[in-house]
Nanobody, 125 residues
C-alpha cells in the first residue's frame, strides 16, 4: 500500500489549501477503518490534526476546529483536508495515515498501518 499526499504549498495568513491523499494497493482493500491527517511543525512532535472513520465520524484537534474539514471518498480510497483561515502556526509537514485491511496472497486478511510521504504547508504572516 502506498499513500500519496499532495496539495501543500505556500499561502498567506487567512488563505486556504486542500490536501489530498490517495491510497494505492496491489490487490483488494477489504476495509479501511481510519484515514487521518497528522502534522509536524519544526522542532515539535507529530500531532493529530483530523481523523475520519469509514462510517463518516470525524474528530479534530482543538486548534483546527471550525477551520479544517476532513472528508474521504471510500470508493477512491482517498482522504482530503480542506484548510481554511490558515495561520502561521499551521505551518508544518502534513502526513496522511491509513489502516487498510487487504486480502493477502493466500486469502488471508492482512491489517497494517501506513503513512504518506508528507506534504509541506507553509503559512506566511
Amino acid at each position: 500500500v502506498q499513500l500519496q499526499a499532495s496539495g501543500g504549498g505556500l499561502v498567506q495568513t487567512g488563505g486556504s489549501l486542500r490536501l489530498s491523499c490517495a491510497a494505492s494497493v496491489t490487490g483488494k482493500i477489504i476495509n479501511m477503518v481510519t484515514m487521518a491527517w497528522y502534522r509536524q511543525a519544526p522542532g515539535k512532535q507529530r500531532e493529530l490534526v483530523a481523523t475520519m472513520s469509514n462510517g463518516g465520524s470525524s474528530d479534530y484537534a482543538d486548534s483546527v476546529k471550525g477551520r479544517f474539514t476532513i472528508s474521504r471518498d471510500n470508493a477512491k480510497n482517498t482522504v482530503y483536508l480542506q484548510m481554511n483561515s490558515l495561520k502561521p502556526e499551521d505551518t508544518g509537514v502534513y502526513y496522511c495515515y491509513a489502516d487498510p485491511t487487504t486480502l493477502g496472497p493466500f486469502g488471508e486478511l492482512v491489517a497494517a498501518k501506513y503513512w504518506g510521504q508528507g506534504t509541506l504547508v507553509t503559512v506566511s504572516s
